[in-house]
C-alpha cells in the first residue's frame, strides 16, 4: 500500500476508530492504542492522534491512568454515537459467539464468557434462491416441486414470487400461488426443484397483505401484580403499559405465532403473561393462527 493510500485509508476511517474507541470505554472500560493498531492496521502515531481527537470531542468521557498505561472511563462519560447502546454489544456478543462474524468485525475486545442457542438451520439451494432472486427482479414465473405440511407427497405447482421474508427462524418467498389463486408464502428449504419459468401477468401490487402494514398492540393482561406489570412493561419495552409491533400484514401472523398471542384467553398468566390490545383489527390474523396448530401448516398451506 502506499503512502498516499495509507493515509486516504485513515482519513475514510476517521469516524470508525473513534466509535471503536467510544464502544470500548463504555462496555469495557479502557482502551489503549494498541487495540487501535492491531484492529485497524494502523500506525501508533495515528492511534495516538485519534485518541486525541476523541479527547478533544469527549473529554468528560476518558482519562489516562498513568500506573495502568491505558486510557480508562471517566464517570461522567456519555456516548458520543447514537446507537452505542446494549442491543448494539449483545448483537455483537451473539454474533461472536455463534460464529457468524469473526472478531475484527466487531468492536468487542474482551468477550465475557457467554453461549448463544443454534436452531436447526433450514438448508436452501444456492440453485433455487438464484433462481428465485433472477424471476423476482425479471418478473417471471416459475414451476417449483414444493412439499406442503398438507400434502403427503410433493407438487408441481406454477407461482410468481415477488418477495422474500424472514419469521426469524427461516426463510420464505412470498409469491402468488396459480393454483389456490391467492397470495402465499413458500417455505425455500421446502422448494425441491425449479424446473421452468416464464413471464408472469401477476402484478405484485396486487398483494394487500403485503403492501399493507399493521401493528401488533400487546399489553399485560389483567391480573399481574404492580410489580409484575413493571417487569413485563420493561422486558418488552412499553411504553405507558403497551407495545406496537409494526410490520406487514402478511407477516402479522408470525408476530401473533411467536408472542403465543393466539394461546387460550384462560390461560395461566404465569405461561402467558401478554395479550392483544387490537383484537378486533387483527381478527382474522389470530383466526387463523389458532386454526393452524402448526405454523407450517399456514405457511405452506395449499
Known sequence: MTDSSKTASARWGAERRLELIDFRLRWEGRVNRAELVDFFGISVQQASSDIASYMGRAPQNIYYDKQAKTYRTAESF?????GNDAALYLSQLADLASGVASPPARFIGWQPPCDV??????????????RLLQAI?????VEVTYQSMRRQNVAVRWI?????????LRWHVRAWCHESADFRDFVLSRIMEISDSRPTTVDPR???????????RVR?????????????EADFGMTQGSLAIRCRRALAFYVVRQLHLDRPED??????????????????????ARKCPD???YQQSS
Not at 137 to 141: K, L
Not at 160 to 168: F, I, K, N, Y
Open 295 to 297: 405454523v407450517e401448516a
Open 137 to 141: 427482479r425479471d418478473a417471471n414465473e
Open 206 to 216: 396486487a398483494d394487500r397483505d403485503w403492501h399493507t402494514h399493521v401493528e401488533v
Open 78 to 82: 456519555t456516548t458520543l454515537f447514537e
Open 267 to 288: 390461560l395461566p398468566i404465569a405461561e402467558q403473561p401478554l395479550e392483544l390490545e387490537n383484537r378486533a383489527e387483527l381478527a382474522d390474523v389470530l383466526q387463523k
Open 160 to 168: 410468481s414470487p415477488h418477495s422474500l421474508a424472514s419469521d426469524g
Open 117 to 130: 442457542v443454534r436452531y436447526p438451520t433450514r438448508p436452501v439451494s444456492d440453485a433455487s434462491l438464484l
Open 220 to 232: 399485560p393482561r389483567p391480573g399481574l401484580s404492580r410489580s409484575q406489570r413493571v417487569a413485563i
